[in-house]
């Protein structure tokens, strides 16, 4: 009582950014030409998209549908989640049980499968089930020949060329926009690499707590825990986590180093920029933009949006100013 007491706070404070000379920062641009493969592979998905399965007396091969009666058991009870009579199912597309591609492989119809099998995910995640599968039919893709009356089918074409010159026509305004988001990638990677900035760890610790969260969200709806992802992902769990604290380590970079261009570029976001994207959001939702509004306001996410076109209208200046070959 009577004496002075000393107070020490130590608080993280955010680093002086500086922004790397962009107008030195070089990025490859990927080649952005629509090649006669590109049309030929398109052409081929058409094909795929309009076959027609016709039935065949030989050995399901991959890419064959087969129908089947699937019964899956646990101890002597049916599960249903697991059992599905008449069922449609295109060889190796492993979407059924992980054995029952390459048990359905080599099989004619007629055939009586019997295996036992864990369930990766779902609600039956981590259960071993015994299963048996009734091999009804095998049915083979037909596809239509590439001619002019192919042409015709798929659309108001009157010959194959013309078709060939609509894909063609749709696949340069496609890539053209593939290839532009690919360089705004590559310019952020460009200048996160050219900055000599460490992040500050409470930042990184926040965002990546907060991302670690979120997949554990979507992968528990999946039925998935951390590890069994990591396992399909062939990595340990903690390989995982340090790839992940990784990115989000090089995204609070880049964030930092936007903010700070934004800042000495005198960016700023108009009431047009926002409702631009709260626009996009209303018709992405199905609602109406003045309700979005009112919602992002309420809930004070309204500058974070903001800050989300600053961040992108920074990143704009920089694709102008680096050298793009």
Same mark, same amino acid.
């Given at each position: ?111 009586? !499968? ?5 369930? *990766?995910?779902? $609600? ?24 002019? $009356? ?38 952020? $990677? #460009? %200048?996160?690499?050219?900055?000599? %900035?460490?992040?500050?760890?409470? %930042? ?7 991302? %670690?969260?979120?997949? $554990? ?26 790839? !992940? ?43 109406? *933009? ?23 209208? #920074? ?11």
């Amino acid at each position: 009582k009577g004496s002075p007491i000393v107070f020490e706070a130590t608080v993280d404070i955010r680093p002086e950014v500086v922004v790397p000379d962009v107008g030195s920062i070089e990025v490859e641009a990927p080649d952005a030409a629509v090649t006669d493969e590109d049309i030929d592979e398109q052409m081929e998905r058409l094909r795929d998209r309009f076959a027609e399965l016709e039935t065949v007396g030989r050995e399901a091969r991959r890419g064959d549908f087969v129908l089947i009666d699937l019964k899956g058991y646990e101890g002597d009870q049916l599960v249903d989640g697991a059992s599905a009579p008449d069922y449609l199912y295109e060889v190796g597309s492993r979407t059924g049980p992980p054995k029952l591609d390459e048990e359905l492989e080599g099989n004619r119809p007629g055939a009586i !499968l019997k295996f036992n099998d864990s369930i *990766p995910e779902g $609600e039956l995640a981590g259960r071993e089930l015994s299963f048996t599968v009734l091999v009804k039919e095998v049915k083979a893709k037909k596809l239509p020949v590439l001619d002019d $009356e192919f042409a015709k089918t798929v659309g108001e074409f009157d010959s194959l060329e013309e078709l060939r010159e609509d894909l063609r026509e749709r696949l340069v305004d496609v890539k053209r926009q593939m290839v532009e988001e690919e360089i705004r990638t590559r310019v952020l $990677e #460009a %200048l996160i690499d050219a900055a000599d %900035l460490d992040p500050p760890e409470k %930042l990184v610790e926040a965002e990546f707590e907060h991302r %670690l969260h979120h997949l $554990e969200e979507d992968l528990g709806r999946a039925g998935m825990s951390i590890a069994q992802y990591a396992q399909a992902a062939e990595q340990t769990e903690l390989e995982l986590r340090a790839d !992940l604290r990784r990115s989000v380590s090089r995204s609070v970079v880049a964030e930092l180093l936007l903010e700070q261009i934004a800042r000495e570029a005198e960016i700023e976001v108009t009431e047009e920029d926002l409702g631009r994207d709260i626009a996009v959001a209303a018709a992405r939702s199905g609602q109406d *933009p003045s309700e979005v509004a009112k919602q992002l306001a309420e809930s004070g996410r309204l500058g974070s949006v903001a800050a989300d076109i600053m961040r992108r209208k #920074a990143l704009d200046y920089v694709v102008e100013h680096v050298n793009i070959k």
